[in-house]
């Protein structure tokens, strides 16, 4: 049995994730690590912040690739194979091309003009479609994803993923899928799956960014997608999972951690960390469940602004913090300015190219979505 294709819990999660993402990265101008990529920073740093974002950062992307693995399961109950390829061309490919040789650029030039450097635009746009492998940050000038990183994961995984799952649909495999359904609704034995996670995580590529990482919680999101026990036994538990986050999340602001890799407190800390991101993700989805189940206009209109919107939202925010970062007021008032500022423009812009039909396609929006 599988779940109802039509869930607003899950829709409402992919939407306060995307909009989550202003205040995200406007927290991050007021970060000055060199591990907090933003393409703008003030000149203060803001402890306070800095611990906002970390809490932010162990389950915001976990939650958006769960929620894209949910709803990919949802869309091959009544797509083909075939069919789901070619809108994760249109959706997600186009978009994300469209993104790095227009958006971008611009936006790694205001980072280098706020340097201090002095160079033409046409200069830095060479610059950019160079490629330097030892930084994917664009920080510098050379080329980069920037946030449309996760955009273009998302469309790998889709390719890479696919076989598997339009293998788990099969017949044979119904057994299987079953067997590990009754196991997954014991309690509390999708706490687990934080395992894998963890073993993924302890292979370092890319850093943050790991993508063995992020296909596990896009896989695991197919997983919970396909049968109604994954969402009862979450129904069940998650008030167990948000108990535990709140233990972790006091353990990983308070231990001052450092030990040698994969000494036993190493493994460890690596695990409760992974548990912990796995465990927000379960307890945002039983809390989802339980109270953002009301549908609507307001809900439909923010589906359809979420995706143009998480492409709009960063070069926004770098222009538009480039400016609030000078005013002579204090940091928080301008993070509330850049906050509210960057929100206008990115439902201004929107509001505009949702009427322009090249646009639309560029910015993956669907055709005959209603206006």
């Known amino acids: 049995m599988t779940i109802n294709p039509r869930r607003y819990d899950i829709d409402w999660l992919r939407v306060l994730a995307v909009l989550l ?5 406007s927290l991050l101008i007021f970060v000055l690590s060199p591990h907090s990529i933003v393409y703008i920073k003030d000149t203060v740093n803001c402890n306070f912040f800095n611990q906002v974002a970390g809490v932010i950062h162990q389950f915001h992307m976990p939650i958006l690739f769960v929620v894209s693995g949910i709803s990919t399961c949802f869309a091959l109950n009544f797509r083909s194979g075939n069919q789901y390829l070619k809108e994760r061309v249109f959706r997600l490919l186009i978009p994300t091309v469209f ?3 227009v958006l971008i650029p611009p936006m790694t030039y205001i980072t280098r003009i ?3 450097e002095v160079i033409p635009f046409l200069a830095h746009l060479r610059g950019f479609f160079s490629l330097n492998l030892n930084d994917l ?3 510098y000038g050379t080329f980069t994803p920037a946030h449309l990183w ?3 994961f998302l469309f790998v995984f889709s390719l890479i993923g696919l076989p598997l799952f339009l293998l788990l649909r099969r017949k044979p495999a119904e057994v299987f899928q079953k067997a590990l359904a009754r196991f997954f609704s ?3 034995t999708l706490f687990l799956l934080a395992f894998p996670i963890a073993l993924a995580a302890a292979v370092n590529i890319l850093d943050d960014k790991n993508p063995l990482v992020y296909f596990l919680f896009f896989f695991l999101g197919y997983l919970l997608g396909s049968k109604v026990q994954y969402y009862q036994a979450i129904e069940r538990d ?3 999972a948000l108990s535990l986050v709140i233990i972790f999340e006091i353990l990983r602001q308070t231990l001052n951690f450092e030990a040698a890799p994969w000494s036993l407190s190493w493994v460890l800390f690596g695990l409760m960390i992974q548990t912990n991101r796995w465990l927000w993700v379960l307890a945002l989805l039983g809390l989802a469940r339980r109270f953002l189940t009301s549908h609507g206009p307001m809900l439909r209109y923010l589906s359809q602004a979420a995706f143009p919107i998480y492409i709009l939202h960063l070069p926004l925010n770098t222009l538009v913090g480039y400016f609030v970062i000078k005013l002579p007021v204090n940091i928080g008032l301008k993070y509330l300015l850049i906050v509210l500022v960057t929100n206008i423009l990115a439902f201004a ?3 505009i190219v949702k009427h322009i039909g090249p646009l639309r396609f560029l910015l993956g929006m669907k055709s005959n979505s209603k206006i």
């Open 186 to 188: 014991l309690r509390c």
């Open 238 to 240: 998650w008030p167990v």
């Open 21 to 25: 993402l202003i205040p995200f990265h």
């Open 99 to 101: 993104g790095i040789a």
């Open 349 to 351: 812009i929107y509001e």
């Open 150 to 152: 996760f955009i273009l």
């Open 137 to 139: 940050t664009g920080i």
């Open 114 to 116: 706020a340097r201090g």
